[in-house]
């Protein structure tokens, strides 16, 4: 069965540095999300984008981070500086369709980020 | 603000049990409901309610949603060691900031079921 996959599963890294978290979406699949899960708390949703494009955003997804696609299959997410909070499981989530009909969004199995 | 509560938080069962897991929603825009499994890491897909009323199925899992009362449950029948898990509901709702594909879903606390052999 095709499945998102991610890399890194785990990330460390210091306070103020960059990191990039890839993600390659199941290949028919055109809607592509980021959500992160700090330890012991919600799942939350961070960016949605479809065709190369910010579709939707959160208000924790401010000016550090950045979406893009930028070989047309991986799909990825960078923190320009990161802090401390930024601590947590960050999951890519895809899903084949969205808009008037509804299509289940399919998880990653996620990339853990320690900032040190 | 789009907000899912699930209850209970926490939920201890013999193997054999029946369970039955509540999820209650406020949102704008809604979409669908989604209940995932998450037992390491991903969360994994069981089922996606969008019509009032419907009951989907799979093996020992089931799950109906209520649009009136906002509400959705999610039972499980002749649990399993394997059942063991959190299980996650989340509302998918249509954001504001462009007109097409931006959907995002909003999640519970989750219940973490645990099954005693």
């Known amino acids: 069965e095709p499945e998102v996959t991610q890399t890194p599963s785990h990330q460390v890294t210091q306070m103020g540095q960059e990191v990039i978290l890839r993600c390659v979406p199941i290949s028919n699949h055109l809607y592509f999300y980021w959500y992160r899960q700090i330890l012991g708390q919600k799942v939350e949703f961070l960016v949605s984008f479809y065709n190369n494009e910010i579709s939707e955003k959160s208000e924790i997804f401010d000016d550090q981070f950045s979406v893009e696609r930028p070989d047309g299959s991986n799909f990825t997410l960078k923190i320009r500086s990161t802090k401390l909070e930024d601590s947590a499981m960050y999951f890519c989530a895809t899903a084949e369709g969205a808009g008037l009909a509804t299509y289940e969004q399919y998880f990653g199995p996620g990339t853990r980020l320690t900032v040190t | 603000e789009d907000k899912v509560v699930q209850s209970p938080l926490s939920l201890v069962v013999h193997e054999g049990d029946t369970v039955t897991l509540n999820c209650s929603y406020e949102?704008?825009?809604?979409?669908?409901l989604l209940w995932y499994k998450q037992e390491k890491k991903a969360p994994t897909f069981l089922f996606m309610l969008?019509?009032?009323?419907i009951e989907k199925k799979s093996g020992r899992l089931s799950s109906i949603l209520d649009k009136k009362e906002l509400f959705s449950i999610l039972n499980i029948t002749a649990t399993q060691t394997g059942d063991s898990a959190i299980y996650l509901c989340a509302v998918e709702s249509r954001g504001t900031v462009s007109n097409f594909g931006n959907e995002k879903l909003t999640f519970g606390t989750g219940t973490r079921l645990t099954i005693i052999p």
């Open positions: 969008t019509s009032s009323g």
């Open positions: 949102v704008t825009n809604f979409r669908s």
